[in-house]
Structures are given as C-alpha cells and as structure tokens.
C-alpha cells in the first residue's frame, strides 16, 4: 500500500468513526450553524478583499496586502484555537496495525493542510488579486501572488500546530507566539511614520512573487513539517502509554471547606480539578491572560473605543470561565457518574457547588476590570452589571445543559480525544451567552441613558441570582426524569 492508498483509507476510516458516534447526528446541527457562521464571515472577506482590491489597484500597489498581512496571520492563529484540535486524528488503533507509523502521522498532517479552514482566506484573496489583475498586474504575478499568500496560511497553519502542542505540555510556551506577532506587530506602534514608508518601500521592492520568496517559505514550511512529524508522534506515544513526569508535593487539603459539609467537598474536587486536569488548567491560565490583555489594552491604548466593542469585551471578561466549561456541565462526571446517583440529591449538590465555585472564579475578572475602570474607560456600574449578568441570566442558562449533556468528557486527554461540540444546544447557548446581553443592553441604551441600561441589566442579574437555589432545583428534577437516557449516553461513549 502506497501513501496515496494510506491517506484515502485513514480519510475513510475518519469519517466512518464519525458517523458511528452515538453523537453523530446532534453533531450535525453544531455543523449547520458552523456552515451559516462561516458564509457570513465569507461575506465580510469578500467584501474587505473588494475594498483594499480596489485601493491597491488606485494606488498601483498590489504589495499592499502584504502590509496587514500580519494581522491577518493573527488572526488566523488565534482562531485555530477555537476550531481546530491537534491533531485531527484518533491515532490510537494505528499504533497497533503494521503500517509506519510516521505514514501515518504524516497523511493525518496533510489531511489538515487540505482542511477547507486553510481555503477561507480565498475568499479575501481571491477578490484582492483579481482587481489588482484589472488594475494592471500581469496574470503571472497575480497567480504567484495568491499562491504565496495561501503558502503563508499554510506555514501559519503548520506554526499554529507546532506552539498548540508545546502549549499543551506547558504554559510558559506562550511566550513564544508572543515573540513572534510581537515583533511583526510593534513596529506599527513604535517606529515614525518616515521609517514605517522605508519599511513600506522595502517590502514593496520585494517582488511578492519572485522565486526566492517562494523558496524561503518552502523551506520554512518544510522544516515546521518535519518538527511537528517528529514531536506528535513522540508526544502521541507518551499519551496512549500514560507517561507522566510526576514529583512529590504538598497536597493543600482545603480544610477551611469543611464548615461547608458535602458543599464543601464537591467545591475541593472542583478546585483540585482545575489545578490537577491539564485541559481544565490550560483554559483557565489562557482566560486570565486574554481578559489581561484586553483589559490593559482597552485601559492604556486608543482601540475599542465604540460602545459595542466595550461592552463585548466587559462581558466577554465574565463569560470567559462559563462559556468555555459549563456548556460541558457534567461531561466530567460522566466518568463516575453511577457513584452520583448513589445518595438522593447528591446531583443537586454537585450543581450547586459548581455554581458557587464559579461565582467565586469571577472574582478574579472583576479585579483585572478594576483597571478600566479606574482608567475611565469602563464604568463600575457597567461592571457590576455584567457580573450579576453572567451570575444571573448566563449562569443560568449554562446550567441548562446539565440536562442534555450525556457525552463522557476524558478528564486528562488532549492530543488523541476530540473535543467537538456533542449537541445543537451547546452551540445554540454558547453564542447567546456571548452577544445577547450586548444586544439587549445596545437596545436599552436606545431607550434609556447607559447608565440607567447597566441598572436595569444589574437588577435583573441580582435578582435572578438570588432565586438560584429555586432554579438549580429545577434543573435538578429535569435531569432525573431524563437520568436513564443521559446514563446510557454517558456509558456509551466512556
């Protein structure tokens, strides 16, 4: 069997796993909205490649693209993060079959290279190169142009494969993606308008589409091929084979939570999940960067000034922890779900736990928001009033997929597991969580003053909080009239 042969058969076989998931057809709405989100974004591409199309070909200068080439990099990279897993591929049973198992490793890379994520971009370059072209650019340039710039996806795509699986294994690896865009991005800030047309002038001097270019960017994706063959397969190994660097430490018992009963309890296993479970870990360091982040740069630099993209960012803040963890609620304890159901209520009291517990996590956005605030550019009754939104309304309707989760949820694993969204309601509350409470308090603000919308928002959300335990109840008895199927859901895909 040649590698041809090999990557049609692991094609197949991929999408044969697929569509033996017990989940297989809810996952089919989580596509659907996925399609419709992506022809809206394909929309705006076409319509931004038109615009600075048309302003290179005023401007002859077709190496325009290249100047935001960067930020579309950026951008790219980041939104990897959210759609794409590493790597895309259930590895485990070809481990043991008397294929090379590099082949294997490598017809799983070039399948993501032929992702369609790396062709979205066409439909911002594509409009770009064909107005230059009209504009007077030869057709041979144009087409090296548009293939260049698709081979810079690419390598981005293969640089995004190489920091996702280093970052798995540690957090400080965050430094070098920041290196890297730092570099590209902070001449924009930092050098005078006379240097940055010298650096312009250069780029432009650059033939976009000259053989050498080419052959750097070649080699470049070569190389980060070969590291991420090398590093998966080693990686992938110590997985399947539960290879862990452990040492001794001190174990914190948590015993000023034991006042608080079986409350008390379940709070120490969240807490110890968080610190313990590499995935729940790696999340949860990730948020308080990005809410870092955006909270210094809303407070010290000139950028989201509109009053959308403020009050997105203030919420985004709080919903961060919820949205990324409890639209999964349960999903954990799918693996010992059966010990749960032992005692009555005991469900009812891992729920409230877990409420209380990320209550107690939004401390920690409401002190880096402080800054915005004290900066003049957020309000405190702004912040208070997403933070009772998210205490409120959002939490509340997080807690509702406590009662349609049934898909086990593998606490450690990262590279080998999927991590896909299981039903059409999960999507559904993760993107109502993030822009309906912008769009409400938008609709407000056209009635009211801000202030008196971020009043209305923060007695709404007290209000809604308060009546927790009433709510919490009824998701409760909503989920033991559906225990029997959601067990069998849970038992299945352990």
Not at 188 to 208: E, K, N, P, R
């Amino acid at each position: 069997m040649n590698k041809l042969q090999l990557f049609f058969l692991l094609r197949k076989n991929v999408k044969l796993s697929e569509k033996r998931n017990v989940m297989f057809e809810a996952n089919q709405y989580g596509k659907l909205f996925g399609y419709i989100m992506v022809a809206f974004l394909a929309v705006e591409f076409i319509g931004l490649g038109t615009f600075f199309g048309w302003l290179a070909a005023k401007e002859q200068s077709p190496e325009m693209v290249l100047y935001f080439m960067p930020f579309l990099l950026i951008l790219d990279f980041g939104a990897r993060f959210a759609t794409q897993q590493t790597p895309m591929m259930l590895v485990k049973p070809y481990l043991l079959t008397p294929i090379s198992k590099y082949s294997a490793i490598e017809c799983f890379l070039i399948q993501q290279l032929l992702d369609g994520g790396n062709f979205i971009w066409m439909t911002l370059f594509l409009p770009y190169t064909f107005i230059v072209w009209c504009g007077g650019m030869t057709g041979w340039a144009a087409i090296g142009m548009l293939c260049l710039l698709h081979l810079m996806v690419v390598v981005n795509s293969q640089w995004y494969l190489l920091v996702r699986t280093l970052v798995n294994q540690s957090m400080w690896w965050w430094a070098l993606p920041a290196a890297f865009y730092g570099s590209l991005i902070v001449p924009f800030f930092v050098l005078s308008d006379s240097q940055m047309d010298a650096v312009f002038d250069f780029i432009g001097d650059l033939s976009v589409f000259s053989w050498w270019t080419f052959g750097i960017f070649t080699i470049l994706f070569t190389i980060l091929f070969a590291v991420n063959r090398r590093m998966q397969m080693s990686l992938i190994y110590d997985e399947i084979s539960k290879k862990e660097k452990t040492k001794l430490k001190h174990v914190s018992e948590f015993q000023a939570l034991n006042r608080f009963g079986q409350i008390g309890e379940y709070l120490k296993l969240e807490i110890k999940s968080t610190m313990r479970n590499k995935a729940i870990r790696g999340r949860f360091i990730q948020g308080v960067c990005f809410i870092t982040f955006f909270s210094l740069a809303i407070s010290f630099l000139d950028i989201y000034h509109t009053s959308f993209e403020r009050n997105f960012f203030c919420l985004y803040c709080f919903v961060f922890f919820g949205a990324v963890n409890l639209t999964k609620v349960m999903c954990p304890e799918g693996n010992y779900i059966d010990l749960l159901m032992v005692h009555e209520e005991n469900i009812l009291t891992l729920l409230r736990a877990k409420y209380y517990y990320y209550c107690a996590v939004l401390l920690l956005p409401f002190l880096i928001t402080l800054v915005p605030v004290i900066m003049g550019k957020f309000s405190l009754i702004m912040v208070l009033a997403y933070l009772f939104t998210v205490t409120g309304p959002i939490y509340f309707l997080l807690f509702q997929m406590a009662i349609y989760n049934k898909q086990t949820l593998p606490l450690n694993e990262k590279l080998t597991g999927k991590n896909q969204m299981e039903n059409k309601w999960q999507i559904i509350v993760s993107m109502t969580t993030m822009f309906a409470p912008v769009i409400i308090i938008s609709l407000l603000q056209i009635v009211f003053s801000a202030d008196v919308a971020y009043w209305i928002l923060f007695l709404t959300g007290v209000a809604i909080t308060l009546t927790e335990p009433y709510w919490l109840r009824s998701i409760y008895r909503r989920m033991m009239v559906r225990r029997y199927e959601n067990l069998e859901g849970f038992h299945s895909t352990r």
